[in-house]
């Protein structure tokens, strides 16, 4: 089996623990340390999805957000976030996903994001192109910050990194600005639906699936998720005309 074709078999099998617990009445959800939610399906697909890679890539290394890092033994390494969005996903909204990247040495080379509520999977090769639902997908070609549509992730995130004044100007710049949470914010820059996309603060495995799926689709995406050993830093995706612009007003 080839990388691509483990990667949406990984997928698959995290759709159907997502699907099957959310909107769930007896959903469990506990809080961690720094009081974010997580839920029994979090839990239950990155388990899931490490035990596979054990299996069928018997010495890769898995990191994921919710039990940390499987150490391998070389350069390869699978980059889990099981739900992206779980304060979508315990509300009973349809916008959050699963995220699959697979490194070597630091570099993507594959990566899945599949938000099976909306019923779309995104996929990338890196020099091979992006593709949601199977097709071909890429950036737009909005050159010009006042026609552009911004989409952002929480903007009680950028208040608490101090980024609200940033976001907000910028917002006041463009056509429109969106709030969308980190997967469909860069999902969307991704399939030409938005021009810019910016997530406050994150983590690798945040980032490194959706950056991917962005630059495959044309685009450019900045990640700075190693700035902060906790936490990380800010992750800014773009039609690639309009980048410099959301770098400028990030102060980047």
């Known amino acids: 089996m080839d990388d691509l074709a483990l990667a949406m ?15 769930a009445h ?18 239950a697909i990155e388990s899931e999805l490490r035990e596979r890679v054990q299996r069928d890539r018997p010495g890769h290394a898995v990191i994921g957000e919710e039990h940390g ?3 391998g033994d070389g ?13 979508s996903f315990v509300r009973g909204n349809e916008t959050w996903a699963t995220l699959i990247a697979l490194q070597y040495a630091g570099n993507t080379l594959v990566a899945v994001a599949s938000a099976p509520a909306l019923r779309l999977r995104f996929h990338a090769v890196r020099g091979e192109g992006s593709f949601m639902n199977g ?15 911004l989409t952002h992730s929480s903007l009680n995130g950028f208040m608490r990194v101090g980024l609200g004044p940033q976001i907000t100007d910028l917002a006041e710049r463009c056509w429109d600005a969106r709030g969308l949470g980190n997967s469909m914010t860069h999902l969307a820059v991704a399939r030409g639906t938005a021009d810019m996309g910016w997530t406050s603060r994150a983590a690798v495995w945040d980032f490194a699936a959706l950056a991917l799926i962005v630059e495959e689709a044309g685009g450019r995406f900045t990640d700075r998720s190693g700035d902060d050993p906790k936490l990380g830093g800010t992750g800014i995706s773009s039609n690639g005309l309009l980048h410099e612009a959301v770098l400028e007003a990030a102060g980047l």
Do not use: F, N, Y
């Open 135 to 149: 097709r071909q997908i890429h950036v737009s070609e909005i050159s010009s910050v006042d026609e552009a549509l």
């Open 26 to 43: 007896d959903l469990r959800i506990d809080r961690k340390p720094d009081l974010s939610p997580v839920t029994e399906a979090d839990l």
């Open 9 to 23: 078999e990984l997928a698959d099998a995290a759709d159907r623990i997502s699907m099957d617990r959310w909107r």
């Open 75 to 87: 350069q390869w390494r699978w980059v889990v976030d099981p739900i992206d969005g779980t304060r």
């Open 69 to 71: 890092l499987l150490e």
